[in-house]
């Protein structure tokens, strides 16, 4: 594989799993891109075809695991959509007031306001916000397990295509 493809191949693998780690970025997509984009890019035959099929079914898992796990989490606990909505609503306004973790804050106490509104007590509506937060731990742990999971295929695959 040239160098320039292999650079551009390990330069989106290491900007996604900073994205994965630090909420900032799409991480996985970065890590896709990289991944089986300088596959099809070098050589779009069925060898790479097959492993970008494998690497999107990683990616594709891998972005449900962020999003279904908190928010199954949530409707489990009994948190309405209107408790989404201020979540999305915080993590919005938190991305342009406090720049790289400030989607992450911001999104949590919106969550954490809609669910006070919802409960009307503070210990309750800290209690289910920490199971969501909990549950978005482990979707960004599966996120990052199957991140380096397809930064390593990608590798096998550079190494035995010479």
């Known amino acids: 594989m040239e160098l320039l493809l292999i650079f ?34 070098h050589r779009a035959d069925a060898t790479a075809w097959t492993v970008a099929a494998v690497l999107t079914v990683l990616f594709l898992v891998g972005t449900a695991a962020t999003v279904v796990l908190p928010t199954r989490t949530g409707i489990q606990g009994g948190a309405s959509p209107r408790s989404f909505l201020f979540a999305a609503i915080g993590g919005v306004i938190g991305f342009f007031v406090l720049p790289v973790l400030g989607f992450l804050v911001g ?18 509506a800290r ?13 960004v742990g599966i996120e990052l397990v199957l991140g380096l999971t397809m930064a390593v295929t990608w590798l096998a695959t550079v190494l035995l295509r010479g």
């Open 8 to 41: 551009l191949g390990v330069l989106g693998i290491l900007v996604g799993l900073y994205g994965v780690v630090v909420p900032v970025l799409p991480g996985l997509l970065f890590i896709w891109l990289g991944t089986a984009g300088t596959l099809l890019a």
């Open 107 to 124: 999104a949590l106490s919106g969550l954490l306001l809609g669910e006070k509104q919802r409960l009307g007590a503070w210990p309750e």
């Open 127 to 139: 209690n289910s916000t920490w199971r969501v937060l909990r549950a978005y731990g482990i979707g």
